[in-house]
């Protein structure tokens, strides 16, 4: 029987949040997982854990292979389920390809109000999911679903990666550039839509972004001179560049006219639309951020702009710098700009 869809509600008013905007703030994150009262537990195969916030774990099985694994989920961006299935599979991926791995294998997480959505729609959104799997080139091989009172999906997504090839977000050096791969843009687009001020051409250009897999990272790990990389997602370019920062014991220095954005997002943050998650960002790293006196506080917005299925940030010796922006261009990624640098001083963001 064909379930009639006319009358099934938007997905987005049904999560108080959508893509990585619904992220826990990092502030908040940090101080709940320091309220741990269990000692930390040393294992010699786990190469990367959780002591630098880094963008998978990583585990090492013998001399030539290491496992990546990694789980995402959120609630709805767009109201599209395909287009949301999509989006929320190339997010999860991308955090395989930020530590220089290949994915082999995912697995779904679905949490849906059963009955309130038409099964139909929530087809989609899984058909959506596995259309990006098929992309990637691995199986989406099972999963686990709820009945939930918001709409919930996202992959567990494993991977492989040599352990030399392995790029931490921790791992960046004195004098290297930083190279980020997509525009910026996608939560103040996110906010527009559900305001009804993001255009076709502006949705469409959301969409392409945020269902483009981050593939470069596989190859940008094997480039000598390629120190670090990340992705940015929910915290926004300020937040994961703070990481780099931290792990590294650098200043990493932004030139806030050299960063690629979003057709109209500029105009957009500067009739004051952004996300609840931009604030909370600021409020929980702004105080390590210096913003010289030139930046907007539109640009601020776009700077802790939460990134859905955002970019790779790359931190590589100026010598790779050719190889890495063609590497980006190569696979399709025409906006890939050098935006900074890492520099001698505290752990810290300037930004001018």
């Known amino acids: 029987m064909t379930i009639d869809t006319t009358q099934a509600p938007r997905l987005t008013s049904l999560s108080h949040g959508g893509g990585c905007g619904c992220k826990i703030a990092p502030g908040v994150l940090a101080d709940l997982m320091s309220r741990s009262a269990l000692p930390k537990q040393f294992y010699a195969q786990l190469l990367v854990g959780t002591e630098t916030a880094d963008d998978a774990a990583v585990y090492q099985i013998n001399d030539e ?39 082999v294998m995912a697995l779904a997480i679905v949490g849906m109000p059963i009955n309130v959505l038409p099964h139909d729609v929530i087809a989609k959104i899984l058909e959506g999911g596995e259309s990006v799997c098929r992309d990637a080139g691995i199986p989406l091989a099972g999963g686990h679903s709820i009945d939930s009172v918001e709409p919930i999906y996202g992959l567990v997504g494993i991977g492989v990666v040599h352990p030399k090839n392995l790029k931490r977000n921790s791992d960046a050096q004195s004098g290297d550039v930083l190279i980020l791969g997509k525009p910026l843009g996608v939560g103040i687009q996110s906010a527009a839509l559900k305001k009804g001020l993001l255009d076709n051409a502006g949705y469409a250009a959301m969409v392409q972004t945020t269902t483009q897999l981050n593939r470069p990272g596989t190859v940008l790990a094997q480039i000598e001179g390629v120190h670090a990389l990340t992705d940015v997602t929910g915290f926004g370019l300020l937040g994961h560049t703070l990481e780099l920062a931290r792990g590294a014991g650098l200043t990493a220095s932004i030139d806030s006219d050299l960063v690629p954005l979003l057709p109209g997002v500029r105009e957009l943050a500067e009739q004051g639309i952004a996300t609840g998650a931009s604030a ?50 190569g696979h399709g990624f025409s906006e890939a700009s050098v935006i900074g640098r890492m520099q001698p001083g505290n752990a810290k963001v300037a930004v001018k």
């Open 65 to 103: 292979q290491a496992i990546v694994a990694t789980t995402d989920f959120f609630m709805p961006i767009v109201d599209d389920p395909y287009d949301f299935g999509r989006i929320a599979a190339t997010n999860a991926l991308s955090d395989i390809y930020a530590m220089g791995g290949t994915p």
């Open 280 to 329: 909370r960002n600021w409020a929980s790293y702004g105080t390590q951020v210096d913003l010289g006196e030139n930046v907007s506080d539109a640009m601020r917005s776009l700077l802790t702009d939460p990134q859905t299925s955002g970019g790779l940030l790359v931190s590589c010796q100026p010598s790779a710098i050719q190889q890495v922006l063609e590497t980006f261009k």
